[in-house]
């Protein structure tokens, strides 16, 4: 294996999961007597520019098929998230009806269309069809590819360059990060600004959230090695902002190395500086890794076996990726977690990866009346608590694994 950005060997060992199939290739039930394809799932890291990598890859369109069934809209907290990004955005860019914002990875419409109810022009890039008709039927323009070099060279001779590109928790999930990268410094106007989230892994590792892990996300990624592809793609790091969300993010804000400058804020610095001081560069820093992941597959494994044996009930609440990620690291199936719920008609009724568990709507829940609910994607621990906090009445606790196994009460509960 060679590094996807350098070109380096790759010998730094961050994380090894074992096989499992794509965390988002949900199944049906005529599937279930089909062979399912397993890969590896390992992390390794660059000693040269530290990227950290899955080592083991499927093609993207393998990937993010046509009925993908990740919609962002069914996280309220996530709306909110994005609506407050395009506020901020709108003012401190000075966007208008004569600016053009384009993003990256647009989903089902549900950034855009703050950007559009503001009268701002706005186009998404989505190369999945399921989310990208939902865009469409929110009026949002979505062109229907993967993003790249020569996508981005076609929409500028097109005459539309962007004055602001945004690509949220999709940098990760790119096989050619160059290529990606690369195609914002071509489709950016001059003056233009590019925005990325993604988890941050100095989080990632820290706190032991190893079902960030799956197939879908290439790259893990820090801000140094962040800078590293950047600077040779053509783009310029000038800010950079540390964000709770998915349990814990970086915003960076970019500019074309040969445009407008900008002068960088000294939190860019300061959080380069940071991440050498915990030693991001050294292969010390992932070496306790794998040991904590193993101890909360462990934790949750015992916690499941010993409620089955003292005729408690469990069920699981959202069909996340990362659920998947835990619960087939953990081997754990249908004997000990019947079924796991999710707001998303998308997955309703078809199984999850791996595991096989079903998937129902929450109406199932509430006739189930389990002891406890297992919160599968925990990032979301406070939205989906808040959601289900009715599971008091019959006394029933939530549950985290991650990253230690916690169980507690429904707000205003005992």
Same mark, same amino acid.
């Given at each position: ?75 309220? %907290?996530?709306? +909110?998230? &994005?609506?407050? =990004?395009? !506020?901020?955005?709108? @003012?401190? $860019? /000075?966007?208008?009806?004569?600016? #053009? ?120 990624? %820090?801000?140094? +090695?962040? &800078?590293?592809? =950047?600077? !040779?793609?053509?783009? @310029?790091? $000038? /800010?950079?902002?540390?964000?709770? #969300? ?169």
């Amino acid at each position: 294996m060679i590094c996807r950005h350098c070109g380096t060997p790759l010998t730094v060992p961050v994380l090894d999961l074992g096989r499992a199939p794509p965390s988002n290739a949900y199944r049906d039930a005529a599937d279930l007597a089909r062979p399912e394809p397993h890969l590896p799932l390992r992390l390794l890291a660059c000693d040269a520019c530290w990227l950290v990598q899955i080592a083991d890859d499927l093609p993207s369109d393998a990937l993010f098929a046509p009925d993908y069934a990740y919609f962002s809209s069914f996280s309220a %907290s996530w709306l +909110a998230h &994005a609506e407050r =990004f395009v !506020a901020a955005a709108i @003012a401190r $860019f /000075d966007l208008g009806p004569a600016s #053009t914002v384009c993003e990256i990875a647009a989903n089902d419409g549900y950034l855009l269309q703050y950007v559009a109810r503001a009268g701002i022009p706005c186009f998404g890039v989505e190369p999945t069809a399921s989310t990208a008709a939902a865009a469409r039927a929110r009026g949002i323009e979505t062109v229907e590819a993967f993003f790249g070099r020569d996508l981005a060279r076609r929409l500028a001779a097109e005459g539309r360059s962007a004055d602001l590109m945004v690509a949220n928790n999709v940098l990760a999930h790119v096989p050619d990060i160059d290529d990606f990268v690369a195609g914002f410094a071509i489709l950016l106007k001059p003056a233009g600004v590019a925005s990325f989230e993604f988890p941050h892994l100095v989080r990632m590792v820290e706190e032991a959230q190893f079902d960030t892990a799956y197939h879908e996300h290439y790259s893990y990624l %820090s801000l140094t +090695a962040v &800078a590293h592809v =950047f600077a !040779a793609c053509g783009l @310029a790091i $000038f /800010d950079v902002e540390e964000l709770p #969300t998915h349990g814990g993010s970086l915003r960076v804000f970019a500019r074309r190395s040969d445009g407008l400058a900008r002068p960088a804020s000294p939190a860019v610095a300061a959080l380069l500086a940071r991440e050498a001081a915990l030693g991001v560069t050294t292969p010390a820093f992932y070496s306790g890794f794998q040991a904590r992941a193993e101890t909360i597959r462990d934790a949750l494994r015992t916690f499941l076996e010993t409620a089955k044996a003292k005729g408690e009930t469990v069920a699981a609440y959202g069909a996340a990726a990362k659920g998947n990620t835990l619960l087939n690291f953990a081997g754990i199936g249908p004997d000990l977690l019947p079924f796991v719920v999710d707001r998303n008609p998308a997955k309703q009724g078809r199984f999850l990866p791996g595991s096989h568990i079903p998937v129902r709507d929450e109406a199932a829940l509430w006739a189930a009346r389990p002891d406890h609910v297992l919160i599968l994607p925990w990032n979301l621990r406070d939205e989906i608590a808040g959601q289900l906090a009715g599971i008091a009445a019959w006394g029933g606790r939530f549950v985290v694994a991650v990253p230690e196994l916690r169980v507690f009460a429904p707000p205003g509960g005992a």
